[in-house]
Each structure stands twice: as C-alpha cells, then as structure tokens.
C-alpha cells in the first residue's frame, strides 16, 4: 500500500505473473475512495490480488498539502533514510549501487538533492515516520481499506528530485528465482525488454496525483518515477490481510527456509521455519489475531496514530526494552516499567513470555511458545512430509491441549502446571519426545 504525498506526483508500474504467456500493457483500475466500499475492495482486489489506483478525496488531498518536503525536513529532519544512487549497470535491488547505500539524516538528504547535479539520481528509502515524525501521522488517517491489518506501518520512500528511478524502478528491477535472488537486470519502463523477457507479465501503470493510494498486490514487481518539478514523496506500508498469507508463505518464508539452510548447513528445515515470527502468523500456527483497539465503523478512515501506536507490535518492535533503539516516541507510547514491577509478579509465566507486556498472556503468545519448541519434537519428520501445514495443526494441537478452545482464560500458574503435566513426569524427567510426534495431524 503506498500514498501520494506532496508536492510531486509518482508515475507507478507493477508486474503481475500472468497464467498465460503473454504480456498486456494495461492502465490500473481505478477507484474513489468515496465510492469504494471496504467489502468491494476485499471481493474484487485484495482476495483476487488485484492492484488498484484509489484515487483521493478532499480529506486525502488536504492532509496531503500539509506536509511538503521542506517541512519533513524541518520538523523531522533528524530522523534517518537511506540514501540509494542510481547505476545503470547495476542488477542489484532498484538499480541501485549499493556501495554507496547509507543511512543519512533527512534533512541533510534533502540538502544534498537540492544542491547536487546528480539529484535525478539520488533516491530516499526507509525512513521510520512511526519513530521519526511522530507529528504526520498525528495528522495523518489511514483509509479503511488498510486499517485494520495489525502490521501496519508507516514509512517514508521515494524522495527525489524529478526522474529519479526513470528506466531503473525504485523498487525490485531484476528478475528472481524462487529463493529472492537476482538473475538478471530488467528495465521494467521499457515494454519491448520486458516483452522480450518476461512473456508472461501483464504490466500495468498509472499516474499517482497527491492523495492517491495504490494497492499493489503481494510479490508484484513494482516501481515508481517521479514526475513534475520537486521532490515527490510516498508513503508506504505493508498490508496484507488472510488473503494475503498463502502467498507470503509460499513466496517470501519458503524463499527465506531455502536461503538459511544453504547458509548454515547445520540447520534443519523446521528450525528454519521458526525463526520468523511472522511467517508462522501467515501460516496459521500462532492463530487468529484481532485488532486490538476500535478503530471505528468499517468503511471509515481511521487516525493512522490510533492504528500505528497502541498495537502490541510497536512496542514489541521498538519499545524502551526492544531490540531496535533510537525510537524516541516510545518514551510516552510505551513507558518503562517501574523497577521491581516484574519482580514480584504472581502471575508470571516460566514457560511463556508475555511478549507485548501487557500482563496477561493470550493463545498467541502460548502458541509462539509451542512453535519455538516445536524443533525438538518434529526433528524426525521428513522435509517432504514438513510443511507449514502441518507445522500450524501441530502447534494448534498442542495449545488446545493446554487451553481449550472456548475456555476461560487461564492464569499463568494454570499454563505452567498443564504444560509441566504434559511435558514431564511427576519426578521432573521429560516424556519421551516420540508421545508427540504429528502422527495423522
């Protein structure tokens, strides 16, 4: 999902694998937002992986004047993006030379594509509004067709001058195989190449004007040149809804398992699948999450603030004890616990970690538990016969031995003393790892 910002306008293109072996030249299919209904957008786009141009309205456009690149620059300029230059002989990610690839303070980006020659060729990336302009997406809504996704995001790209990503996309321009690695270059503006090399892409392109939205579907190759005589700038995140995940399992985690196994010759296939947390959500084995705020009727926008903030994941990702430091804004998003807060806790698992602290523990996090154990009692299992299937009616087993469906939650004490009496014998000596194998699952 990515909006048009201000002041400049984005030329966009993806490429969608066709089933046939041919290759069409079309226009996205456009929609108002003041006409497109949640439920349309589901049925006819986001469950048939469709993409659409959402074309703005007067609330889209307004916030969308709001801000402009001097003023990202001088309200949060402090906060970073990654700086990319183009090279046209480059088969890496966009086109880019990746020896130059930094991480620069915005405003000091900006100042060097306001002075330098080569400004068509600078491009921006990755900059963390979540974290680094806290005041936008105070004033930003998010249209309801993307609110509701729990990992939604909210970074910055394509901050260039005009040109910029023109005959090199800003985005993936290199054909890859299954694992996500680069065969070969590809000017995807160019229609007699992909023609020539991809037979079997429909490409579809539009003008974005300020306001606009563009949903592009999972694993389409896409890219963006700007147009007119300023910055243009985008706003992205990453949507993806239940008709999203087969595809993300199949497209982006299997790609992942092949590449750490090649990496470490050690490491087995379901060791492999564990070690992303969000392939396992995609794949079913960590259950169904629910939004946890209310973020309003279905077909209305929603503050980008009220869907960003208060969802466990941010503070997981970025709070005062995560992993990822320099978010300033957690310090009021997620305050840090008083000294001793945990010390003293009754109610605290040893076997299950409260991932989002917030004192309770739900079937998600029990069943994150079951997936990260999982390597021990599933080693035996044949890859052919190991798929994430199989992997999710495991994990879903387990949890509901442990807390059935429908079940008041328990406390932590009650998990402990179910997962001890399943897992160990009365003397403490483990149960032999055969009493869990899949079996029929």
């Known amino acids: 999902m990515s909006s048009a910002g201000k002041p400049g306008m984005l030329w966009a293109a993806a490429a969608l694998l066709a089933v046939a072996v041919r290759c069409a030249f079309v226009e996205f299919p456009v929609e108002r937002a003041d006409e497109l209904t949640m439920a349309r957008f589901k049925a006819e786009y986001a469950d048939k992986l469709r993409p659409v141009v959402i074309r703005g309205n007067d609330r889209t456009r307004a916030e969308a004047a709001l801000w402009s690149a001097g003023d990202f620059r001088d309200r949060c300029g402090a906060g970073e993006i990654t700086r990319y230059v183009s090279d046209a002989s480059s ?3 966009g086109g880019f030379d990746m020896r130059g690839e930094r991480r620069v303070p915005l405003a000091s ?18 900059y963390n509004l979540k974290c680094d302009c806290e005041a936008f997406v105070e004033q930003t809504t998010i249209l309801p067709y993307f609110k509701q996704d729990v990992t939604a995001q909210a970074e910055m790209t394509g901050a260039a001058r005009p040109g910029a990503g023109r005959g090199r996309p800003a985005s993936p321009s290199a054909v890859v195989d299954d694992d996500g690695d680069a065969e070969f270059a590809l000017d995807w503006y160019d229609d007699a190449a992909v023609l020539d090399a991809v037979g079997g892409a429909d490409v579809y392109s539009s ?6 939205s563009v949903y592009i579907p999972v694993a389409a190759l896409h890219g963006g040149s700007n147009v007119g005589d300023a910055p243009a700038l985008a706003i992205t995140g990453n949507y993806h809804d239940e008709a999203h995940h087969a595809i993300l399992v199949d497209v982006y985690c299997e790609g992942k398992v092949r590449r750490l196994m090649r990496q470490s010759k050690k490491l087995t296939r379901i060791k492999a699948m564990v070690k992303d947390p969000s392939c396992l959500f995609w794949a079913g084995a960590l ?4 939004p946890t705020t209310d973020r309003g009727p279905v077909d209305a926008p929603a503050p980008l603030a009220d869907v960003v903030y208060p969802d466990p994941w941010f503070c997981r990702s970025y709070g005062p004890r995560a992993w990822r430091r320099g978010c300033n804004v957690t310090r009021t998003r997620c305050p840090l616990e008083e000294e001793g807060d945990d010390d003293d806790d009754d109610d605290e698992s040893d076997f ?3 991932e989002n602290r917030d004192g309770v523990l739900s079937r998600q996090e029990l069943s994150l538990k079951f997936a990260q154990v999982s390597p021990r009692y599933l080693e035996g299992v044949p890859d052919a016969r190991l798929t994430w299937g199989l992997l999710a009616r495991w994990v879903a087993a387990e949890v509901e031995a442990i807390w059935p469906a429908g079940a008041a939650r328990p406390t932590a004490a009650a998990i402990d003393a179910a997962i001890f009496a399943r897992f160990f014998f009365e003397d403490g000596t483990e149960r032999p790892v055969g009493d869990f194998n899949p079996g029929e699952l």
């Open 287 to 290: 259950g169904d999450v629910e």
């Open 91 to 93: 088969s890496a990610w």
């Open 352 to 354: 299950v970690v409260d």
């Open 207 to 212: 003008v974005l004007e300020p306001g606009d």
């Open 109 to 126: 980006f900006f100042g060097e594509v306001e002075r330098s020659n080569r400004s068509r060729d600078i491009y921006g990336f990755d």
